[in-house]
C-alpha cells in the first residue's frame, strides 16, 4: 500500500538544510539539482497535488505554495524546476475535481514516477497558450509537431514534455493543440543551451522538433486559437504556473531580507558607536525592503487562497493571476536591489550568496507573463476590449 506522506514529512527541516548547502554548489557549476530532485522524488514530493484517490498527497493549491516557498526560500532554480511540474499535475488535479477525467492519465503516470515539464516558451510569441509559432498536422491516430521550444526547465529528466501548437488546416478557424511528447518520442533533440546569469540548475534547454508524432492518448485538448479558446485548462495553467513562479520569486526576496538584517547588526562604521542598525539611512532601507514584502505577501497570499478556495471570480482570473505575478515580482526585485545595496562592495563576491540571490532575481520578470503582456491582458479585459479583436494594436 501507498503511504501518503504529509506536508512536513515531505518537506522536513534536515532536507532543506542540505538543499541550502547545495544550492550555492549548482549554481557555481552550473547544472542540474541532480541530488536534490532525487530526495525530493523519493519524498514523494512530486506527488505532493496529486488526489489521493490516486495515491498522491492531496494537498490544495495553497498547501503546495506554502511547501514551494520553504523550498524556494533556500533552493530557488529547484523549486522553479518543480514548479514546471506542479504546473501539470495540479492542472491534472483541477480538472479532475471539476469532472474533467482527460488528463486522469497524468496523475496516475505521476505517481508511477513520471515527470511533466512545460514547453510553451517560444521565440516571438509573446501570446503565451493561446497562440504558437509552432506547427500540428492531424495525422492518423495522433498529431505531428514541428517547431522550436525554448526554457524547458527539467530537461535532464522529464518523462513528458508539455507542448502546445498551430493547426491551420483551416485559416479561417485556427486551433491551438496542447499535448504532451513522450520521453522515447522520435525526431526531437535537445540543444544544451542554458547557459545564463541566474536559476542555472534547472537546465532550461531548447527542444528542436521536427514531425514528431504525438498519440491522441497524451492530447490534452484541441480548442480555438486566442482567448475565445480560453476554459479551465489554460486557467488552471495560469493559476498553478504563473501565481507559482511569484512564490518562489517572493521567497527569494524575503531571504533577502532576512539576510540583511542579521547583516546590518553585524556590520559597523567609522561614523558610528554602534552597529549600521543604527543608522537612519538604512533604517528607512529597510523599512521599504519590509513594506513591499508584506504587500507582495499579502496580494499573493490573498490570490492563492482565492484559487485554492474556488472562489468565483469568473472572467477577472486572468486579471488577479497576472496583476499578482507582476506585482509579487516586481516587489521582489525591490526588496533584493536594496538588499545588494545595504550589502556593500561584499555582495559582489560569489562566496557571498546575496550574488546568487541577486541573480536569481532577475529571472523573475521575464517568467510569463511579462510586462507588456501582463498590461496588455489586464488593460484590455479591464477596459472590456476582446483580446481577441483585431488589429491588435491600433
Known sequence: MTTILSAPELLDEDLLARFDERAPVYDREHRFFTEDFEEL??????NAAVPAEFGGAGLS???VQQLQRRLAYVAPATAVAVNMHFYWTG???ELWRAGDHSCDWMLRESVNGAVFAAGHGEIGNDLGLVASTMQAVRVDGGWEFTGHKIFGSLSPVWTYLGIHAMDTSNPDAPQVVHAFMPRDAKGYRIEPTWNVMGMRATESHDTILDHVFVPDAYVGLVCPAGFGGVGLFQLAIMGWGILGFGTVYTAIAQ?????????????????????MAYHPGVQHEIAEMRIALES??????????????????????PIKILATKYFAVNQAWTVVDKAFDLSG???????????QMFRDARLGRIHPGNSLMTHEVVGKLALGVNPDDGPRWG
Open 41 to 46: 522524488r523519493a519524498r514523494g514530493y512530486l
Open 61 to 63: 493549491f495553497a498547501e
Open 91 to 93: 492542472v491534472a488535479a
Open 255 to 275: 531571504r533577502a531580507y532576512d539576510e540583511t538584517i542579521r547583516a546590518t547588526h553585524r556590520k559597523t562604521s567609522i561614523g558610528l558607536t554602534r552597529s
Open 296 to 317: 507582495a505577501d499579502a496580494m499573493l497570499t490573498r490570490t492563492i487562497e482565492d484559487w485554492s478556495n474556488h472562489v468565483d471570480h469568473g472572467a477577472e482570473w
Open 345 to 355: 562592495g561584499s555582495a559582489v563576491f560569489t562566496r557571498n550568496r546575496m550574488e
